[in-house]
């Protein structure tokens, strides 16, 4: 089809990752067919089998290091098949807590590149029961409302996912002081790095950042105690990113963070920086705020 619309287009030959990395190019050594357009500044890759697909957005499966483009010349050569723009989930939050421990408010989110592919694949052909029953799994003891989208069908825009919420279970009251943690059920409660030590590298298939922006009106008759301090920290050549700011005024809390995954491959030899890094993270997260009646 892109031959025939004038365009400079080849296929490209794959070895998914349950299949194994193509290290010489043999006839055995790839098992899927995308398409490559070659224009000016580069390749464009598509793969026609995902309806939500778009230029360079491929499957996590296909990202395997690099793919075959065989011309119609005889001659190949070696792809890269890895996005070159990183994916990005952002959530802005305003929130509401009350005396009793309860907290309410809205969630706007948006998600670009992979991220939000791999969300359209999600969602696509659920009804609105079925759509609230995924975003209670993902954000445990929330109770979610009014959910919107914007571009569920559209891969060349930004998703948009849009929701209230309502719970009783993100403050804790101790001695008549309130705890909460600023990111609420967005922060990250365990460490998904577990062994000691790796033989075989992290792959996150995509560099990624999550960007979070957060609003929290505090209950009548509480100040602010004392706040979590902030956070700005790299792992070696930036591989990821942590950065974290609090502040307080007017009794509103207002907290800018965002986590940034700069190389998608990560090595066994880095693997335990990698461990303490995220462990750092989530102790950050779970820092509390705290409240004091007046």
Known sequence: MFRYAGLNANPVLISTKSHGIP?????????????????NDGILLFDAINEFGAPNILDKELLNWQGRIVREDGSSNWVPLNPRKSAMEAFMVNATLDADGGVKGSLKNQFTGNTAFENRNDFAGLGESDIAEELEDRYEQLDISDTKFENLGNPYEPLKVNFNFD?????????????????????MDENPFKQEERKFPVDYGYASKKRYIVSIDLPEGYKVESLPAG??????DNLVAFKYLLSENNNKIQLSAEFSINRYFVSPEEYGDLKKFYQYMIDKENEKIVLSKI
């Open 167 to 187: 719970s009783q279970n993100y403050v804790e009251e101790i001695n008549g002081n309130l705890y909460v943690s600023p990111l609420l059920f967005l922060r």
């Open 231 to 236: 956070a700005n920290v790299k792992m070696g």
């Open 23 to 39: 290290i010489f190019p043999t006839l055995n050594g790839f098992n899927y067919v995308i398409s490559a357009v070659e224009i």
